[in-house]
C-alpha cells in the first residue's frame, strides 16, 4: 500500500510486523521513536528556514520551538553582519558588561540566542528545522511523502525492540541507514553538483 499519512504508516507497521493487531496501541511511540532518530541525523536543505528574532534589553531571544541545528546568524543592519558563534565562558570573558554597540558574536544557551554587544537590530536567524509532526491520521510532511521507507523501517526497527526480536531490528536499523546515506547524498548532489558554474567562463 501507498505510504502517505501517518495512518497509512501505523498500517503498514502492523502489515509488516506479521499483523499484529496487538502493536497498533503503541504504533504511535514508533513513529515518535523514529522521528527523533530522523531529528539527529538528517540536516537536509528541505529542513533549512529562517526566522527573525528580536533581543530584549538583556540582548537575549527565545530560539523558535522547531530549531535543531543554526547555520548562519545576522544582525539586520545596513550591510547585514554576520555574528560569530563562540562559547559561553569566551563571551562572558571578552564582554562581562551588557553595554550596546555593533554586535559581533553570539551564543546559544538553552533556548535562549544571547547576543554580545547588545543590539537593538533584529536578528537574522537560518537554521535546520525538526521534521514537522504528525499527530493526526491524516497529517503528512514532506519527508515521510519523498521516503516512506525511512519511516518505516525506522518504525519497524523500534517495534522490532519492542517484541524482543533483536536480529529484526538490526536488519531494519541496517535498511534504513542505507536509505539515509542515499537521502544525504542526493541532498548534497542538489545543492553542490552546479558549484563550479560560477567559475566557468567561455574560451576564447
Not at 502489515?15 to 493487531?21: H, N, P
Not at 528580536?54 to 545576522?74: C, H, K, M, N, W
Not at 547585514?80 to 554597540?101: G, I, M, N, Q, S
Request: glycine residues 6%; negative net charge; proline residues 4%.
Amino acid at each position: 500500500m501507498a505510504i502517505q499519512t501517518l495512518g497509512d504508516l501505523k498500517a503498514s507497521i502492523a502489515d509488516w510486523m506479521f499483523d499484529r493487531q496487538d502493536l497498533a496501541a503503541v504504533a504511535g511511540d514508533f513513529v515518535t521513536l523514529c522521528q527523533a532518530d530522523l531529528n539527529r541525523v538528517l540536516r537536509t536543505r528541505r529542513q533549512l528556514t529562517s526566522a527573525t528574532l528580536t533581543l530584549g534589553s538583556d540582548g537575549e531571544a527565545d530560539i523558535p520551538a522547531d530549531y535543531l541545528q543554526f547555520r548562519e546568524v545576522t544582525a539586520i543592519l545596513n550591510p547585514r553582519r554576520v555574528l560569530e558563534f563562540v562559547a559561553p565562558t569566551y563571551r562572558d570573558w571578552a564582554y562581562p558588561y551588557k553595554f550596546a554597540d555593533l554586535p559581533n558574536v553570539f551564543t546559544i544557551s538553552g533556548a535562549k540566542l544571547i547576543v554580545r554587544p547588545k543590539t537593538s537590530a533584529d536578528i537574522g536567524f537560518e537554521y535546520w528545522a525538526k521534521l514537522p509532526e504528525m499527530v493526526d491520521e491524516t497529517d503528512s510532511n514532506w519527508l515521510l511523502q519523498e521516503h516512506p521507507g525511512l519511516y518505516l523501517y525506522g518504525c519497524l526497527k523500534h517495534a522490532s525492540i519492542y517484541i524482543g526480536n533483536q536480529g529484526r531490528a538490526d536488519t531494519m536499523a541496517n535498511a534504513q541507514a542505507g536509505l539515509i546515506d542515499v537521502l544525504v547524498a542526493d541532498d548534497r548532489l542538489g545543492v553542490y553538483s552546479r558549484a563550479s558554474a560560477r567559475m566557468s567562463r567561455r574560451g576564447p
